[in-house]
């Protein structure tokens, strides 16, 4: 488990937008660790984890995006049924707030990856890397 930091870009919402977008990190050798899209009528936010922040938003800068950063927690976790509501078991007792998450992992992986968005990331990594809240 570490803090890590979130890019949150703001795009249009057409067709090709996304695959431009992931063209310029791989031309600038940035790869995405973990991603998620939310959509509008006219834009959509893509929340992003990726192996050099600096770097992917110096690119997005350069091009003129809307790129706005955040701290997240990264979870690298047990693929079993129950995993994700221990997590948000131990949180809720602690009073910590997840405001958004997304996660990803193959039906066979033993493990996974999820992104939290916390209203406390330093406090909920604590609470999840001990017993007590």
């Known amino acids: 488990m570490e803090l890590t930091t979130q890019l949150a870009l703001f795009l249009d919402n057409r067709p ?7 063209e310029a990190l791989a031309e600038a050798k940035v790869n995405i660790i973990a991603f998620s899209t ?7 936010v893509v929340r992003m984890v990726v192996s050099d922040h600096r770097k992917a938003l110096a ?8 790129v706005l950063e955040n701290e997240v927690l990264m979870v690298t976790g047990d693929n079993r049924p129950g995993s994700l509501a221990a997590i ?4 809720g007792d602690a009073k910590i707030n997840i405001e958004y998450a997304y996660c990803a992992t193959g039906p066979q992986q033993k ?4 992104i939290l968005r916390t209203n406390n ?8 890397n001990t017993d007590q809240p």
């Open 16 to 22: 090709g937008t996304l695959a431009r977008v992931c």
């Open 111 to 114: 493990t996974g990856v999820l």
């Open 59 to 66: 690119v997005f800068e350069e091009r003129g995006a809307l």
């Open 88 to 91: 948000a078991q131990k949180l």
């Open 121 to 128: 990331c330093k406090r909920a990594m604590k609470v999840l």
């Open 38 to 44: 939310n959509d509008t009528v006219d834009h959509t």
